[in-house]
């Protein structure tokens, strides 16, 4: 390590330099969003308008949310989201509360269906919670492009998903109950 860069001669101060300088936050607007991701949410919001897609719109200091809750054909209500940052380029989905464990019911054959789950979907991961709710949640790297339809895709895929996991799990409940 260099001696000098760390010594009190060098950095009297004692600031903190930056690694990489160019790499200084983003700017942000009176929302705290970045200009690409307010871009990426005018072009999602645009996209659903276009197709006539109803989501419920939310937002906290750091997230914007687009939900809604929809009845699978085997009977899950996951609450389907799609959460942008406000300030890193990226998109988490989830599929929320796909169905809930029932107390009594033994973890370990629930676990190993979980872990059969996330090695059959490859672009999901299915977790359970300490609420005992299975969740499946994904991320999408918006830094190699946006596409609002791939992420609304996505998004169905995971829908479809939470389908087969909520069948699955129901009856194994019933079998180890």
Do not use: C, W
């Amino acid at each position: 390590m260099d001696q000098d860069r760390n010594s009190n001669e060098t950095n009297e101060d004692n600031k903190v330099t930056p690694l990489h300088p160019e790499r200084n936050q983003e700017e942000t607007n009176e929302n705290g969003v970045t200009e690409v991701q307010q871009q990426h949410l005018e072009a999602f919001q645009a996209f659903l308008v276009e197709k006539g897609i109803p989501m419920e719109a939310r937002e906290n200091e750091t997230h914007v949310f687009f939900m809604t809750q929809e009845k699978t054909p085997a009977g899950a209500e996951p609450m389907m989201m799609i959460v942008f940052s406000k300030t890193t380029t990226d998109v988490e989905l989830f599929a929320r509360t796909v169905t809930h464990v029932p107390d009594g019911v033994e973890d370990l054959p629930i676990l190993n269906a979980i872990n059969d789950f996330n090695q059959e979907f490859k672009y999901f991961r299915v977790v359970l919670d300490s609420d005992r709710d299975v969740t499946i949640a994904s991320t999408i790297d918006l830094d190699h492009g946006f596409n609002p339809a791939a992420i609304f895709g996505h998004s169905v895929m995971m829908f479809q998903a939470s389908d087969e996991v909520y069948a699955y799990l129901t009856k194994l409940y019933d079998q180890i109950q």
